[in-house]
């Protein structure tokens, strides 16, 4: 139930997606507002949580951790929703800290963050495919349209 409430007041767009026999519930970062913003300023990310980033088309994607409080893992799948690779992300120590950029190995479309250690205590590995399960918030027609979309 907690998770649920974490994903009602912090997102009004959020699906669950299934990688490796294992669903998410993940607020979809899709606009360049949401994607700039991502999980900056959060204190917790609940486990079983994460952030979808969903671009309009493949590229190498580049992420940092300006602002963000809380040890991430992300991953960049391609088009076909394939995990091509996963990086773990600390929080900058201190203002002077220069940021490390984290990359995508080949042109992504999507990107997962999800808790720091994930992929690999769940043993996800490149080439693992996620799928979308369903819509966490039925009733937001706009979700639904989107995810019809990508299916």
């Not at 912090?10 to 519930?25: N, Y």
């Not at 929080?91 to 720091?116: D, F, H, M, N, T």
Request: glycine share 8%; net charge positive; charged share 25%.
């Amino acid at each position: 139930m907690a998770k649920w409430i974490f994903l009602l007041f912090s997102s009004l767009f959020a699906v669950q997606i299934e990688l490796g026999g294992i669903g998410l519930d993940v607020e979809v970062a899709d606009t360049d507002k949401t994607r700039r913003v991502g999980l900056s300023g959060r204190s917790e990310l609940p486990d079983g949580t994460g952030m979808l980033f969903v671009h309009d088309r493949s590229q190498i994607l580049q992420f940092w951790m300006k602002d963000t409080k809380i040890p991430l893992s992300i991953g960049f799948f391609d088009g076909k929703r394939r995990l091509i690779n996963c990086e773990d992300m600390d929080p900058p120590r201190g203002e002077s800290q220069k940021l490390p950029i984290y990359k995508s190995k080949a042109p992504a479309v999507y990107a997962l963050e999800v808790p720091k250690g994930w992929f690999k205590e769940h043993n996800i590995k490149p080439g693992m495919r996620f799928e979308f399960v369903k819509n966490a918030f039925s009733d937001q027609a706009n979700s639904v349209k989107w995810l019809r979309s990508i299916n």
